[in-house]
């Protein structure tokens, strides 16, 4: 299975905005945007991401003290749109 770089992860987030639960083969797409890993790996790793969102929900896990960062409108929009498609089984 291997580790995930940080490209391969910001690809996955990409990806999972671009295709939603409804697409045809989604796990293919995205494994196929994200490059090195299979479908399989794609969908463990999604199954880990929702792990540990149910987590910081529950108050289980501390959220991480961020730095004040710069405003960016496209990673913002970005973002805005992996939450919109981000659905929680």
Known sequence: MGSWT???NKRFEEALALYDR????RW???ARSVGGK???EVR????LLLKDIMQIE???VPLPKYK???TNVRAYANE???LKNLKLQ
């Open 38 to 40: 299979s479908a399989e």
């Open 68 to 70: 004040p960062a710069q």
């Open 6 to 8: 940080t490209k391969q």
């Open 22 to 25: 409804d697409t045809p083969d």
């Open 80 to 82: 805005q749109r992996l």
């Open 28 to 30: 293919h797409n995205i």
């Open 58 to 60: 529950n108050d289980q």
């Open 44 to 47: 463990r790793h999604y199954k």
